[in-house]
């Protein structure tokens, strides 16, 4: 019971996963299928930000002191980049340099992006959500199929132009 008490967020992640999937794989309303999409994709962002906790760490951000020439008050290059390169290596070698922990900016930069995707993606089926039941009267997809079963039992070939403004407008 600790270890599920530890790893808290991940369960919270895995069962917001879930109810969106479900959602989405149960649900025959569009709008219900859309939410449940929304659900899912926010869940994944949790995901990815929990990951990219680090314990501890701080963002990666260069302070001037009295140890480092650079910082964000200088944005100019480094000198003597030899200099540089070889102060880099020892910072990189186990046991030598700064035990300073940071936090990886980038799946929070990516997680930004995917925010946005989600939001277009979002967005779109709300868009062709509005269209679907201005066609169809209705966005429960049972109701869809089966109009679109009448209106294929009528004899209308699927080569065929529609004879009716109902696809067309």
Excluded: W
């Amino acid at each position: 019971m600790d270890y599920l008490f530890s790893h808290f967020n991940y369960v919270v992640v895995i069962i917001l996963m879930m109810t969106g999937l479900y959602v989405v794989f149960a649900s025959r309303n569009l709008i219900k299928k859309l939410v449940g999409l929304s659900v899912f994709q926010t869940s994944v962002f949790l995901f990815y930000i929990t990951l990219a906790k680090v314990s501890g760490g701080q963002p990666p951000i260069l302070v001037k002191d009295s140890s480092s020439p650079t910082g964000y008050d200088d944005h100019s290059a480094y000198i003597d980049t030899v200099q540089l390169a070889a102060s880099g290596v020892n910072y990189a070698l186990p046991g030598q340099g700064s035990e300073i922990l940071y936090s990886n900016p980038l799946p929070h930069v990516l997680i930004l992006t995917a925010i946005v995707v989600g939001v277009a993606t979002l967005a779109i089926g709300l868009a062709l959500s509005v269209r679907i039941r201005e066609v169809y009267q209705t966005i429960e997809m049972d109701e869809i199929s089966a109009q679109d079963f009448q209106y294929n039992l009528e004899g209308i070939d699927a080569s065929d132009q529609p004879t009716d403004d109902r696809l067309t407008t």
